[in-house]
């Protein structure tokens, strides 16, 4: 919902600039380049979503495209292999401590962009890509109480991350690569022959890790940008 009312404000506001007068405005440009920002939302989670994308025409409104993005945090994805850490120290240690962690994430992607021509200064467009995504996992473990593996008996809140990897009972994720299937749709608003607004939506799917979930991450995210059409 919040797209559909981003892209129809967006709209409004190019539909009344002066300077969208069609006749300056190229409906079929050789390719583009733009910046996106955004919030992107994986199993609860939401994290910030950056990207620089080009593409070049290929035919008639149709482009390749590819991208090169980071997602601040999938931490959602590493959080199943930390709760069942955390309950096997429970259970077979009688250590109760709290699981958190990190997942920063590079991905790039390619594919193809189709625009759908208008009359007017609005090109709705959809797009379908395949790519990689390098996942760097980090996980946090959080003293609450109970007997550490040694022994000991740190003090409430400290962080035992190093003193459990030690004893074999955890290992860290290591960084890993994995495939990622992109698509999504939106809208660009043309101001004059070469500038663009942009705001749309995109879904992602980040193949299963062993390392981290045995399903697929999804997530759905809200990106908005500034490109040049040329």
Same mark, same amino acid.
Not at 165 to 173: A, D, L, N, W
């Given at each position: 919902?919040?797209?559909?009312?981003?892209?129809?404000?967006?709209?409004?506001?190019? !539909? #009344?600039?002066?300077?969208?007068?069609?006749? *300056?405005?190229?409906?079929?440009?050789?390719?583009?380049?733009?910046?996106?920002?955004?919030?992107?939302?994986?199993?609860? @989670?939401?994290?910030?979503?950056?990207?620089?994308?080009?593409?070049? *025409?290929?035919?008639?409104?149709?482009?390749?495209?590819?991208?090169?993005?980071?997602?601040?945090?999938?931490?959602?994805?590493?959080?199943?292999?930390?709760?069942?850490?955390? #309950?096997?120290? #429970?259970?077979?240690?009688?250590?109760?401590?709290?699981?958190?962690?990190?997942?920063?994430?590079?991905?790039?992607?390619?594919?193809?962009?189709?625009?759908?021509?208008?009359?007017?200064?609005?090109?709705?467009?959809?797009?379908?890509?395949?790519?990689? !995504? *390098?996942?760097?996992?980090?996980?946090?473990?959080?003293?609450?109480?109970?007997?550490?593996?040694?022994?000991?008996?740190?003090?409430?809140?400290?962080?035992?991350?190093? !003193?459990?990897?030690?004893?074999?009972?955890?290992?860290?994720?290591?960084?890993?690569?994995?495939?990622?299937?992109?698509?999504?749709?939106?809208?660009?608003?043309?101001?004059?022959?070469?500038?663009?607004?942009? #705001?749309?939506?995109?879904?992602? *799917?980040?193949?299963? @890790?062993?390392? &981290?979930?045995?399903?697929? &991450?999804?997530?759905?995210?809200?990106?908005?940008?500034?490109?040049?059409?040329?």
């Amino acid at each position: 919902m919040r797209v559909l009312v981003f892209i129809a404000t967006v709209a409004c506001i190019g !539909a #009344a600039s002066p300077l969208l007068a069609q006749e *300056r405005l190229n409906p079929d440009p050789r390719g583009f380049i733009s910046g996106f920002g955004g919030t992107t939302k994986a199993l609860g @989670n939401s994290t910030g979503d950056v990207q620089v994308e080009g593409g070049v *025409r290929v035919a008639p409104h149709l482009m390749v495209f590819g991208n090169l993005g980071h997602f601040q945090d999938l931490h959602g994805d590493l959080q199943p292999t930390l709760d069942a850490a955390a #309950a096997s120290l #429970a259970t077979n240690q009688g250590l109760d401590v709290t699981s958190t962690g990190t997942i920063p994430a590079w991905y790039g992607s390619a594919g193809l962009r189709a625009s759908i021509p208008l009359h007017g200064p609005v090109e709705p467009y959809v797009l379908g890509g395949f790519g990689f !995504a *390098r996942l760097n996992p980090k996980a946090q473990f959080i003293f609450s109480s109970g007997p550490m593996p040694d022994g000991s008996v740190p003090s409430e809140g400290a962080d035992v991350t190093s !003193a459990i990897e030690s004893t074999g009972v955890f290992t860290q994720p290591v960084a890993s690569t994995s495939s990622m299937f992109t698509t999504g749709a939106g809208a660009q608003i043309l101001f004059g022959p070469h500038w663009t607004f942009d #705001a749309g939506y995109r879904f992602y *799917r980040i193949a299963a @890790n062993a390392d &981290l979930d045995s399903t697929p &991450l999804k997530s759905n995210g809200v990106t908005f940008g500034a490109g040049y059409r040329f």
